[in-house]
């Protein structure tokens, strides 16, 4: 997974998440409601994760990586 990919999975995933337990819950059953949420939750923080995994393993630990994502808005 490249790391644009990466980060807007992390940014999307809670918003996919509430829509879907706004959506797709009966209002009453609160157990599963619950279950759910905690699943996102744990699964966006093991997403977030990686990116740290690979800020640590940086060259320069400590400080940010110089490059970053470079995604090019409009193509030549």
């Not at 959506?23 to 994760?49: C, H, Q, S, W």
């Amino acid at each position: 997974m490249n790391s644009a990919m990466l980060l807007s999975v992390i940014i999307f995933l809670p918003t996919a998440g509430a829509l879907i337990l706004a959506l797709g819950f009966n209002k009453k059953d609160v157990e599963p409601m619950r279950y759910f949420a905690l699943v996102i939750t744990v699964a966006t923080f093991v997403l977030t994760l990686l990116p740290f995994r690979d800020f640590l393993a940086a060259p320069t630990a400590g400080m940010m990586p110089a490059g970053g994502i470079k995604i090019p808005w409009i193509a030549n």
